[in-house]
């Protein structure tokens, strides 16, 4: 067990490295120069412009830049942005209120994808399962932004349940909207996978053995049915954690939340190189731990599985 | 009393009881139907049967006759659409057919336990074996502490020299008070000096499991060692008081034959072989004390030696609990050795029924007559017995057996010299040795049979001279030539000519091909014709196994498990190979369905001068087909004679174990 999990803090070095690179090498083949951009319509002034590039190491070579990025973030250092805050500070404001917008959608996708995913799966057939079915379809055809503005239009907007738009250091009714919309394409994705695995297992010779010792029906359901029908479920929902991180982007936009997705955007505008590998090297690392945190919880969900 | 006349008189009383109470289970009439694609279609049609108490019935037939949906009926556990449409099926005079959910809840369990038949695929993999036996106690509300005996168990018990006094006599031993007892009787053991103490403690910590014997039962045991029954009845008070919900566990799953139970109750299920597994279901089917036990074919998945000890014990539990088992079988030299009456069951409907050997001797329907004709089991018996009566044997034999001088004169085909295989097991440092130095050889037009339980390694064997697997040690010899050495092209050649048959005829055909395709593809890869002479090829083959030529465009999914053997069977001969290996090819297939396989694979042999090496665990089977055996045990070769000898003088005790455990050894069968 020891052995496994340093093994797999190990690969995570290699894991790192290798997103860093790659992000740092796109960011480097940006059209457009982000030093000349600095000056907007005015013409550029060569020698700050110089001044500038040799500040922030856009003047050497890109590999070397790649270089001294790491060494300066082993440091802790992760520099300055264009506009002169350290990026820890900028990293520092944007990840709390994503983390809470990604929180919130989960606990959302996780309790309602599994609530209509067991009455579906227990009712499969049945007028409630179609229901469920058709509208889980709905959500997943339809595009974040689309079910977004629907929902920001009609609960903001027209009839001003829910605020529009969620403004510096938002609480828990202004992120409750866009939390919902991050969460439901998920949620949808959940009630289905749920759904399957109920009525596979519902059919399992193991669920007919506790039938037949005399168990209750909503005995055989939860110790037989759900138990084992939860297990891909929770691991879904964990690796989900990162991809709610990640898919924050466009929901932050529509919402205008100043979390990670926002900064982040800006800065590929910007062609800021070293806050857009800081922040996706950070979201590289959740994704990560979120997996080996998973890879875990398998283990002790499913008394088959063990690692050495 | 003698002991014979002990037995006697109980089976008397026992009948007595039966006829008088009347029976246990009565299923009268009783009609099911599935749906499907919009249609009802009849599954069971005017079944009727009795159980007894205390009586073996079973059912037989084949898959498909209806014999376990009659018995998941009364469990009123019908899968998908099934639906119990007419008839009655009454429990003690209570009609269940009818009952709600709520109301067979309380039936199921306490009065009518099941023992499945796939032990792999009925423990729930995610909780301990333990859990999984309480949650059959907890259920049904029983009282861990003590023994819940039926009427005929009391009837059973009162006839030994013991009689139950109260119902504190019914108290289990608890695991903690064990050590205690355990000195206390060796104390009074020694003080009355009529038993040898270590030998009377000897059975006493065999027989004293706790959560298992009760209080009269430790009384019992001091009585016969020569204690007084004052004192006797003393100790047993003094420290038999009941178990807690561990012990009885423990106690259930040491009744079922587990050894080391309290560990074992902390495992789960993948921690268990097939045979375990099937112990701890037994334990759970008859946690609660059940008046009927259902056993639907318990012991089909696993190996005869298992299969053996496996019933026996589920017999002597049955016997001493006094639970009426309906048991349901395809193999009726099995069901007549268990089962007092038997039930034949064809297409849904009871085609015969009557007192075992009555079913056996003198089959009336057309259909028994066929089944006793094809139960491996049955067949060696008929061998046997005929050759004691001095009769020809031979045809009762599926296959004429060559006579040593012609198995002296034929060349090898296939010879392996010295072959090894070692295995490296996780976290072990040492190899495991899967083959030991394993010899024989296969002569050409005859079959040699590799018989061992599962583990002993006769399937790596096969492996390993397909070469699918290599050896780590020792020849594969072709046609007098190692087959380590083959050029690419001569592995071609090999392939050609050396063709396997596997055991599950459901894995070994790809889904996605339809049949013209999958007997095709050998063709086609070998390059052998073109496309027209591919296809009239193929409608050859389809006509020498008997299928008709419409199948062509069929797909595995729409075939019998017997259907898609034979399309296996036409696939390894489309290339004329020389030799074919069968790796459990009539393992998995019911017994009539195995009958025409075997007749099949025989008189192939006789047509093309095939060989084969026929890898089982069944002797039965064996003993039809094959003219040499092999005998393999842990990897190593134990017995390797000709079939006579080996079925009429087997050298070594592990030949014997296994035939022993060929069911209906013992039965007596009127030649006709």
Redesign the interface.
């Given at each position: 067990m020891g052995k496994y999990l340093l093994r797999r803090i190990l690969q995570m070095i290699p894991v790192v490295l290798g997103t860093t690179l790659l992000i740092y090498a796109l960011v480097f083949a940006l059209p457009g120069d982000p030093v000349a951009a600095m000056f907007g319509d005015k013409p550029v002034n060569q020698a700050v412009a110089a001044q500038i590039r040799s500040e922030y190491n856009l003047d050497k070579p890109f590999i070397v830049q790649y270089f001294l990025f790491l060494k300066n973030a082993l440091t802790l250092n992760f520099g300055n942005t264009f506009a002169g805050q350290p990026v820890i500070s900028v990293i520092g404001r944007a990840f709390p209120v994503t983390i809470r917008l990604a929180l919130m959608a989960f606990v959302f996708e996780a309790i309602f994808g599994v609530l209509f995913g067991i009455i579906s799966g227990l009712n499969k057939g049945k007028w409630s399962d179609q229901i469920i079915l058709i509208l889980s379809l709905l959500l997943i055809s339809i595009p974040t932004f689309v079910t977004g503005f629907v929902m920001q239009f009609f609960f903001g907007v027209k009839w001003h349940i829910l605020p529009a738009t969620a403004g510096v250091d938002p609480g828990f009714i202004d992120l409750l909207m866009p939390a919902i919309v991050l969460g439901s394409v998920s949620m949808a994705s959940i009630i289905r996978l749920t759904r399957t695995e109920i009525s596979t297992n519902i059919?399992?010779?193991?669920v007919?053995?506790?039938?037949?010792?005399?168990?209750?029906?909503f005995?055989v359901t939860v110790?037989?049915i759900l138990?084992?029908s939860l297990?891909p479920v929770v691991t879904y929902l964990g690796a989900d954690i990162g991809a709610l991180m990640g898919g924050a982007m466009i929901t932050e936009r529509i919402f205008n939340i100043q979390g990670v997705g926002n900064t982040l955007y800006q800065a590929i505008l910007r062609g800021e190189g070293t806050l857009v590998v800081s922040i996706v090297t950070i979201m590289v690392m959740i994704f990560v731990v979120c997996s080996l945190v998973v890879d875990l919880l398998y283990a002790v969900?499913?008394?088959?599985i063990r690692y050495? | 009393m003698s002991e014979q006349t002990q037995v006697e008189s109980l089976q008397a009383q026992l009948a007595e009881k039966q006829i008088a109470n009347g029976p246990l289970l009565e299923v009268k009439d009783l009609k099911v139907d599935f749906r499907a694609d919009g249609r009802d279609v009849h599954a069971v049609r005017d079944a009727s049967f009795n159980v007894y108490p205390g009586q073996w019935v079973a059912i037989v037939g084949e898959s498909g006759s209806g014999k376990s949906t009659s018995a998941m009926s009364v469990l009123g556990l019908l899968p998908g659409t099934g639906k119990v449409v007419g008839g009655s099926i009454k429990l003690h005079g209570k009609e269940l057919a009818g009952l709600n959910s709520k109301e067979y809840e309380q039936i199921r369990g306490q009065q009518i336990g099941l023992v499945p038949q796939d032990p792999m695929s009925n423990l729930n993999p995610v909780w301990r074996i333990g859990t999984q036996v309480k949650e059959a106690l907890v259920a049904n509300h029983m009282d861990v502490s003590r023994e819940k005996r039926s009427q005929l168990a009391k009837m059973l018990a009162s006839s030994e020299d013991v009689t139950l006094k109260s119902q504190d006599d019914e108290l289990f031993i608890a695991s903690t008070d064990l050590p205690g007892l355990l000195d206390a009787a060796r104390e009074a053991v020694v003080k009355a000096g009529k038993a040898d103490p270590a030998k009377a403690m000897e059975s006493f910590h065999k027989e004293w499991e706790p959560g298992s014997e009760t209080r009269w039962g430790v009384a019992k045991g001091l009585i016969r060692a020569g204690v007084s029954d004052d004192e006797a009845w003393a100790i047993a008070k003094q420290y038999v008081k009941g178990s807690d919900m561990n012990d009885r566990i423990a106690g259930l799953l040491a009744e079922a034959g587990l050894p080391d139970a309290a560990t074992r109750a902390r495992q789960y299920p993948h921690e268990f072989s097939g045979g375990m597994r099937q112990r701890a279901l037994i334990a759970i089917g008859l946690a609660s004390r059940p008046d009927l036990l259902i056993a639907d074919e318990p012991t089909s998945a696993l190996d005869v030696t298992v299969q053996k000890k496996i019933l026996d014990h589920l017999q002597g539990l049955t016997d001493s609990l006094g639970t009426a088992v309906l048991f349901i079988t395809h193999d009726l030299g099995l069901a007549a050795e268990r089962a007092q009456h038997i039930v034949v069951m064809y297409k849904g409907q009871v085609v015969e029924s009557g007192p075992s050997l009555e079913v056996l001797q003198h089959p009336q329907h057309p259909y028994t007559k066929r089944l006793v004709n094809a139960a491996p089991s049955l067949a060696s018996q008929r061998i046997i017995s005929a050759k004691a009566h001095g009769h020809d044997a031979e045809k009762y034999m599926e296959h004429q057996v060559k006579g040593e001088q012609v198995l002296e004169k034929s060349e090898h085909i296939i010879s392996v010299e010295h072959l090894t295989r070692e295995f490296k097991l996780p976290r072990k440092k040492e190899m495991f040795k899967a083959v030991d130095d394993v010899s024989f050889s296969i002569k050409r037009g005859t079959t040699l049979a590799i018989v061992g339980e599962s583990g002993s390694g006769k399937s790596t064997v096969a492996n390993m001279v397909l070469h699918l697997l290599k050896p780590s040690s020792g020849k594969v010899i072709y046609e007098g030539k190692d087959t380590a050495g083959f050029s690419s092209r001569e592995m071609l050649d090999f392939r050609r000519h050396v063709q396997p048959v596997f055991q599950n005829p459901y894995g070994s055909l790809d889904p996605m091909y339809s049949i013209y395709r999958s007997i095709e593809e050998p063709l086609r890869i070998h390059g052998i014709g073109n496309k027209n002479t591919r296809r009239a090829r193929v409608k050859e083959l389809l006509e020498m196994v008997e299928m008709p030529s419409s199948v062509m465009g069929r797909y595995p999914n729409e075939l019998s498990g017997g259907q898609r053997q034979r399309i296996a069977i036409a696939r390894a001969m489309a290339l004329n190979p020389d030799v074919i290996i069968c790796d459990e090819a009539v393992s998995a297939l019911d017994v009539l369905v195995q009958d025409q396989v075997l007749q099949l694979l025989n008189d192939l042999q006789a047509e093309q001068g095939l060989s084969y090496l026929f890898i089982t665990h069944d002797l039965a089977v064996v003993r039809q087909i094959a003219d040499e055996v092999v005998v393999m045990q842990h990897g190593k070769l134990v017995e390797h004679a000709t079939t006579d000898q080996v079925f009429d003088h087997p050298q070594q005790q592990y030949t014997r174990d296994l035939l022993e455990a060929i069911p209906g050894g013992k039965l007596s069968l009127g030649i006709d």
């Open positions: 059919s399992e010779d193991y007919r053995t506790a039938r037949a010792k005399g168990m209750s029906n005995q110790r037989h138990r084992n297990i969900l499913d008394p088959r050495a | -």
